[in-house]
């Protein structure tokens, strides 16, 4: 048992497909894994192992934002064994040329974080996703012949912002879309030595407010899951 983290030593598996909503990730558990055990469900954060055709996986919540996909990445990688945390989340699209429900497997995250300073002194503004599950993500889209933009993405603190511009460090940057995870996952890999990947349904497009709702959210992302769960078996 680790501080947040219920599950016995062994009984989390190698690779690990992180949602932030626990719904979302019981849901993935239930529909997609056979032979499914609740391993840990400290603070209704669920975490569940089972197999995907035949490899062995687990699925659980990272919670919303950095200091809590912090707390539970940096647990699995440090107390678990964990090898590869492959983020499957939501995020909201800079660009009104990009579509809901657009794919988005992310080269580097970007933030004004002060998180991977305080916690190891990385004074970068940015992290590149971490080992090959990047590239494994992207060539089994090309295999499976789904859509997948690639790109930088803003990892941000604040959900909502007085200022309703662009954040600046977005625009430099060139970024595709805003989530609150990956920068703070990424920064944990490189500190380990470990792999990350973060793969995204776009779920609004924030200058025209388009979205998806919250059921949809919980139930609806089945080309992202697929995409993760092929490229978790690929990886392994």
Do not use: W
């Amino acid at each position: 048992m680790s501080v947040h983290i219920s599950a016995k030593r062994g009984e989390i598996a190698p690779i690990v497909l992180m949602p932030g909503d626990p719904l979302r990730a019981k849901h993935v558990a239930e529909n997609y894994l056979e032979n499914i055990t609740l391993v840990s469900s400290t603070r209704n954060i669920y975490f569940f192992t089972g197999t995907y055709e035949g490899v062995r996986l687990s699925i659980g919540a990272s919670g919303m934002g950095i200091p809590s996909i912090g707390i539970y990445s940096y647990e699995l990688y440090n107390e678990y064994d964990v090898e590869c945390i492959m983020r499957i989340g939501t995020c909201g699209a800079y660009l009104t040329s990009m579509n809901l429900f657009d794919l988005i497997n992310a080269d580097r995250a970007y933030s004004e974080s002060s998180y991977a300073n305080c916690a190891f002194g990385f004074k970068e503004d940015h992290f590149e996703h971490q080992g090959k599950m990047y590239d494994v993500i992207n060539d089994t889209a090309k295999e499976l012949k789904l859509p997948l933009l690639k790109g930088n993405i803003h990892s941000g603190d604040p959900f909502y912002r007085v200022d309703r511009a662009l954040p600046a460090i977005a625009t430099e940057n060139n970024c595709l879309a805003a989530e609150m995870e990956a920068f703070a996952l990424f920064a944990n890999a490189k500190h380990f030595n470990k792999t990350a990947a973060t793969l995204l349904t776009v779920s609004d497009i924030i200058p025209d407010h388009r979205m998806i709702s919250a059921d949809e959210r919980e139930r609806s992302l089945d080309q992202m899951t697929r995409l993760a769960l092929e490229s978790a078996v690929a990886f392994s």
